[in-house]
């Protein structure tokens, strides 16, 4: 049985984006395919929470290999999702400027897969924040169901 969801996403109005990828690449470097998030819906600089979003297109890089005729999105690919929500969060809380860098993933669950045409809704909670390094819990959600969840780590460096 999956865990309970980070933060209730029924009060947030899902269609009101505070940050586009235009606005993400400000604090994100990742561009062409490997950017991984389309938009920052809601944010809570109080509880450290977070709520981004990737839209899953049949355009994607990984469609025609990851499986042929029936595409499914690679794990490493949520896992990357979830790594730069928990980065641009973590630049928005505590006001970090300079590259962050991946530094680990633990407890990485894959729950059900996700298919293009498909709304990834990424929950992020920034569980420790030190100086220079943090971990996040992210949770990845499609039609209500949790598809994936795990801790990153990152580093500012």
Not at 61 to 78: A, D, E, K, T
């Amino acid at each position: 049985m999956p865990p309970t969801q980070l933060f209730d996403m029924s009060g947030i109005d899902l269609n009101k984006v505070l940050f586009d990828r235009d606005e993400i690449k400000k604090e994100n470097p990742q561009d062409f395919e490997m950017q991984q998030l389309d938009g920052i819906i809601w944010y809570d600089k109080d509880s450290f929470m977070s709520l981004g979003y990737k839209d899953v297109t049949d355009k994607e890089f990984w469609c025609r290999g990851h499986i042929p005729g029936r595409p499914l999105m690679p794990g490493v690919i949520m896992v990357e999702a979830a790594a730069q929500m928990s980065s641009f969060a973590v630049k928005r809380f505590y006001g970090l400027k300079g590259f962050i860098g991946f530094a680990g993933i633990e407890n990485a669950k894959f729950r059900k897969p996700v298919e293009p045409g498909s709304r990834l809704y990424l929950l992020c909670y920034i569980k420790v924040f030190k100086r220079r390094k943090f971990t996040a819990i992210v949770q990845g959600v499609v039609d209500d169901t949790m598809v994936f969840e795990c801790e990153v780590s990152g580093l500012n460096v």
